[in-house]
């Protein structure tokens, strides 16, 4: 049985014996027929907020927190609808912020591809978030959970704030997109830290699908709440990347929605686990180093037997992310039992 496995830009297949072999996956949903018409009547009838055009008036600074070059987000599709929106406000009074949390920056090609011309060649402000510039990070306060909250100051100095993200199951915060957009994509390196603290990512709730009792987006969505979002807009997308559904308005309201129909469509039960998992992170740009690769292992993690074995085909054309000390932990041992050990 030949596969054909998400795997960088062009894929990769597999010959897998067909007496043995499950394939595993979500739902495939065509995309949206008029998706640019299915974003623009989201954001002219959004849910528990009034359309985004009446929202802003001139003189408002405006930011937009959009998905970075790891998030296959269609922005190029969603940013330029949200900026026609936003015509009667001058262009200098709005800021796209690269919502990056710990990643690197995103070159010019790269926000060129993520965001299309429109934004790129218009006299947009944009900004690549830097969650280690201590300088542009404000603290404002402490979650109920004593995590301290450092945000971008410059996104903290906005009079309207939007965010943008795409929705599916995250393997310790539940879902992505919503209010992750906030915190940890622009929020400080200790604040992000807090977020991914052993102890929280052990907790019983902190596991795909799971938001309810998850102190994890618990503490995401009281940062994202301290910040004050005014509007958000959440799609899902298919492996094509193209647009399944779309939701605007309250940023909670509108991840609940997008929450229930990834739920819905990209999660599956298993009768058994297996003996072997062969999984991937979904190709570029999930794959692009070995940190979000995890994501992918994760997954096959729910479904594989004790002491089985998960093989992870994962292109990783960024190699080891250079932020934080990955890389120095993984070195740091001879072999993968020493390393366990030592986590």
């Known amino acids: 049985m030949k596969i054909d496995l998400a795997y960088g830009k062009s894929g990769l297949t597999v010959d897998l014996p067909d007496d043995q072999t499950t394939v595993i996956e979500p739902d495939f949903l065509p995309g949206l027929p008029d998706e640019l018409g299915a974003v623009r009547t989201a954001l002219r009838n959004p849910i528990g907020k009034p359309p985004l055009r009446k929202s802003v008036t001139p003189g408002q600074k405006v930011g937009i927190s959009v998905c970075d070059i790891t998030r296959p987000m269609p922005s190029k599709t969603?940013?330029?609808?949200?900026?026609?929106?936003?015509?009667?406000?001058?262009?200098?009074?709005?800021?796209?912020?690269?919502?990056?949390?710990?990643?690197?920056?995103?070159?010019?090609?790269?926000?060129?591809?993520?965001?299309?011309?429109?934004?790129?060649?218009?006299?947009?402000?944009?900004?690549?978030?830097?969650?280690?510039?201590?300088?542009?990070?404000?603290?404002?306060?402490?979650?109920?959970?004593?995590?301290?909250?450092?945000?971008?100051?410059?996104?903290?100095?906005?009079?309207?704030?939007?965010?943008?993200?795409?929705?599916?199951?995250?393997?310790?915060?539940?879902?992505?997109?919503?209010?992750?957009?906030?915190?940890?994509?622009?929020?400080?390196?200790?604040?992000?830290?807090?977020l991914h603290d052993s102890g929280m990512i052990n907790h019983p709730n902190a596991k795909w699908g799971i938001t309810h009792g998850n102190p994890i987006h618990d503490s995401i969505r009281e940062i994202a709440?301290?910040?004050?979002?005014?509007?958000?807009?959440?799609?899902?997308?298919?492996?094509?990347?193209?647009?399944?559904?779309?939701?605007?308005?309250?940023?909670?309201?509108v991840h609940k929605a997008a929450c229930e129909f990834a739920h819905s469509t990209a999660m599956k039960k298993v009768a058994n686990p297996f003996d072997i998992v062969v999984t991937t992170n979904s190709g570029y740009p999930l794959d692009m180093n070995l940190y979000q690769a995890v994501k992918g292992m994760s997954a096959a993690h729910q479904i594989v037997k004790k002491?089985?074995?998960?093989?992870?085909?994962?292109?990783?054309?960024?190699?080891?992310?250079?932020h934080g000390s990955y890389e120095e932990i993984l070195k740091s041992k001879r072999n993968p039992e020493s390393l366990i050990k030592m986590i």
């Open 307 to 322: 002491n089985g074995s998960i093989i992870c085909a994962a292109e990783c054309s960024d190699g080891i992310p250079d």
């Open 78 to 194: 969603v940013l330029p609808l949200i900026l026609k929106e936003l015509e009667h406000i001058p262009q200098s009074d709005i800021t796209i912020f690269i919502a990056t949390g710990t990643h690197r920056e995103n070159t010019p090609s790269e926000l060129l591809s993520m965001l299309g011309e429109t934004p790129m060649t218009g006299g947009y402000n944009i900004l690549n978030h830097d969650a280690f510039n201590q300088d542009n990070l404000k603290e404002i306060g402490l979650t109920q959970g004593g995590i301290p909250i450092l945000l971008n100051s410059d996104w903290l100095q906005s009079d309207f704030k939007i965010t943008t993200g795409f929705v599916e199951p995250h393997f310790f915060a539940g879902f992505s997109g919503g209010p992750k957009m906030i915190a940890p994509g622009l929020a400080g390196f200790e604040t992000i830290m807090n």
């Open 225 to 253: 709440t301290t910040s004050s979002p005014d509007f958000s807009l959440d799609v899902t997308i298919n492996k094509k990347h193209q647009i399944t559904s779309v939701y605007a308005g309250e940023i909670f309201e």
